[in-house]
């Protein structure tokens, strides 16, 4: 083999010097960086070979002899070992570093963030608009969605953990939810382990519903644990919960921007102004900073809480108390 590759080096080299090329211009090329003054992704495709890389680089004016990549390779003994995938080829990058990212198979992370706060319906969304994902899924409605990527059946609403996800291109969108749906089994497994006592939730489940709940609720991190504590006070004391983003849900495409009396009284699985305990299902997406905050709910006596339009809220132990609250920050004349 190594016979092999000292001829075919000699044929290159001797191939380059009929061309008029030497030694010494080979050496300088190794040295010599790019032509590339910005970050450039080039894609390898799977299956293409050396020659056609080379050439392309050529052609798009990032190497000025596509010989030298092939004799560099022939030297090192990895002209069959360059991977496919998308390259981020820096500034300043040399031939050698070049043929090294080639072959080392480091290939361009791309990233999708799903959202604190989101639904499926948003969630799903925002994966079709990312270009560098493989799209999968469509026409699957949500129901069918769990069985569909081979996970428990079930109400997908609220069983995806919200995080920045990084990818290379061509990663299908099933592999992205599966690694949420097992990222969100392993928070909520860990949080559910280190609860608070004597909370008036039985199940996991219970808890990532209640969570989804306070994470509409409100943006503020220092808050979800105060807005919890209003919610397993009023579940101890079997009161309605009262929370207008369950509303909203329930109501889905209906929902126009504003919640009317009549949503309000509407026997909703989803309505918890008229039915007592826990919707159903989660509502969104719940980070940890809202699962832990459920699960280690402040201290206090308050049960109520108005939104003040700045994003934060005024709380109230008494309805006494809360109807002026409400009467200062809701109502407008």
Known sequence: MKTLLVGLIVIVVAVLGAAGWGVSEYRSALKKPLANTETVVFEIHKGESLKSVAQRFEAQGLLEEKLWLYLL????GVSGDIKAGEYEIQPGTTLKGLLDLLVSGKVKQHKLTLIEGWTVKEMLTAMRSTPALQTTLEGIGEENL??????????????FFP????????????????????????????EWERRAPELPLKTPTEALILASIVEKETALRDEQAKIAGVFIRRLQKAMLLQSDPTIIYGMGDAFDGDIRYRDLRADTPY??????????TPIALPGRDSIHAVLHPEDGDELYFVAKGDGSHVFSATLKAHNRAVARYQKHP
């Not at 390779?73 to 090192?76: K, V």
């Not at 939810?177 to 497994?189: F, N, S, T």
């Not at 309505?271 to 159903?280: D, E, F, I, K």
């Open 73 to 76: 390779a022939l030297q090192q």
């Open 146 to 159: 769990l069985a569909e990527l081979g996970l428990p059946p079930g109400h997908p609403e609220g069983r």
């Open 163 to 190: 995080d920045t996800y990084f990818f290379v291109r061509g990663t299908t969108d099933r592999k992205i939810l599966r690694r949420a749906y097992r990222r969100m089994e392993q928070v909520l497994d860990e």
């Open 271 to 280: 309505n918890t102004y008229v039915r007592s305990g826990l919707p159903p």
